[in-house]
């Protein structure tokens, strides 16, 4: 098992900046993908975005350019920073920690809300 904790979360104006923040800790070994959703009210829950452990980067149409998903190997986190934010970016944003190649391992965190004000 691994566990996932989000932080990093807030409420921040339009035009603002966040980054969000997720430590993995546990069994992390046969992790080889992690990304991050979001989930507004009365809505599904959405890719944000993803990396691999190559390196592969895959965003949402929504926030390219706006959005960079990135690792720490040295701390075991995986990090969103979020700039040029709009209301409709306001969401519980999840950490996911995957195998691309193996549907029993895959993890999710708490949340962590983030409210963008217009």
């Known amino acids: 098992q691994a566990q996932l904790v989000e932080s990093g979360g807030g409420l921040v104006q339009a035009g603002g900046s966040l980054r969000l923040s997720c430590a993995v800790s546990?069994?992390?070994?046969?992790?080889?993908?992690m990304g991050w959703y979001r989930q507004a009210p009365g809505k599904q829950r959405e890719l944000v975005a993803t990396l691999t452990s190559t390196g592969s980067t895959n965003y949402a149409d929504s926030v390219k350019g706006r959005f960079t998903i990135s690792r720490d190997n040295a701390e075991n986190t995986v990090n969103l920073q979020m700039n040029s934010l709009k209301p409709e970016d306001t969401a519980v944003y999840y950490c996911n920690a995957y195998n691309k190649n193996r549907m029993d391992i895959n993890y999710w965190g708490q949340g962590t809300q983030v409210t963008v004000s217009s």
């Open positions: 546990g069994s992390i070994f046969r992790i080889n993908a």
